[in-house]
């Protein structure tokens, strides 16, 4: 199975990712790795790796129809069967979710439906939760919103700063991400109205 990771930031998604695959442990290809930011430190960890970059920034294309365009055409140029979302920034348009459905992963840092959006880690820790987590999740049309395939929870202490919450949630995205990419590849599960059922 081939799959491009997007990235919009530092990788350490990416990163866990590579390492299972050069383990031999996560058996796809990294066909390529796609960001909307240049300035990505995870383009020099896909680098490092000899994993492809495709850097398309939104600014060089009049809409954003067209930017997915471009996202489709490099996916399709090189054979991408899964995409796998891992800190990309950018909110995915009809486009190419119908052009990929079902075949579009994301991962959040909380045990979803509780803390959607972009601070999921903060919110859940100020909200005062006891216990939070990580989801991985196809992709739709909603933000947050697919279908769950992997849920693991993560215990908050009365003494966890946000930095440590982050470390622990880090820590669990790096060993559930390929996991469940690992099940995807083996074709190990169905989607059954919106339950994912693992085979
Ligand atoms: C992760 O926390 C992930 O859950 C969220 O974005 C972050 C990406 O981190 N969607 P990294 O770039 O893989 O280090």
Do not use: C, W
């Not at 294309?61 to 055409?73: G, L, M, Y």
């Amino acid at each position: 199975m081939n799959i491009a990771v997007f990235a919009s930031g530092k990788g350490t998604n990416l990163s866990a990712i590579i390492r299972q695959v050069k383990k031999g442990s996560l058996k796809v290809n990294i066909a390529l790795m796609v960001t909307d930011n240049p300035k990505a430190p995870a383009i020099s960890r896909a680098r490092r790796a000899g994993v492809k970059v495709v850097i398309i920034t939104p600014k060089d294309f009049p809409d954003k129809k067209s930017f997915e365009a471009e996202v489709i055409d490099q996916l399709k140029q090189n054979n991408v069967d899964l995409v796998v979302l891992a800190g990309f920034m950018l909110i995915l348009g009809p486009n190419l979710i119908s052009a990929y459905k079902d075949k579009i992963i994301n991962i959040h840092p909380a045990l979803l439906p509780s803390f959607k959006g972009a601070s999921a880690i903060k919110d859940a820790l100020d909200y005062g939760v006891k216990l939070t987590g990580v989801t991985v999740h196809f992709v739709d049309e909603k933000i947050d919103n697919g279908p769950i395939i992997m849920q693991e929870p993560v215990k908050i202490e009365e003494k966890d700063s946000l930095e440590i919450l982050e470390k622990k949630i880090h820590r669990l995205e790096h060993k559930i991400y390929p996991k469940a990419i690992g099940l995807l590849a083996e074709n190990r599960f169905k989607i059954e109205n919106r339950k994912v059922v693992i085979l």
